[in-house]
């Protein structure tokens, strides 16, 4: 039973350390990947402008 009441708040405090890091790396990703895809988009576009 000891183990049990040290393991619940072992356990809450990982999650609110490590969830908000979690969610930030994610978001970030997130906005990497879609800054890339634009960049591609736009010279994907000034390639197509410049066989005209």
Same mark, same amino acid.
């Given at each position: 039973?000891?183990? &049990?009441? !040290?393991? !619940?708040p072992? =356990?809450y405090l =990982?999650s $609110?350390v490590f =969830?908000p890091?979690? $969610?930030?790396? =994610?978001f970030? &990703?997130? %906005?990497?990947?879609k800054? $890339? %895809?634009?960049?591609? $988009?736009?010279l994907?576009? %000034? %390639?197509?402008l410049d066989e005209?």
């Amino acid at each position: 039973m000891a183990k &049990k009441k !040290t393991f !619940t708040p072992l =356990l809450y405090l =990982l999650s $609110i350390v490590f =969830l908000p890091w979690c $969610i930030s790396l =994610l978001f970030n &990703k997130s %906005l990497e990947s879609k800054n $890339i %895809l634009e960049k591609f $988009i736009e010279l994907e576009e %000034l %390639l197509f402008l410049d066989e005209m």
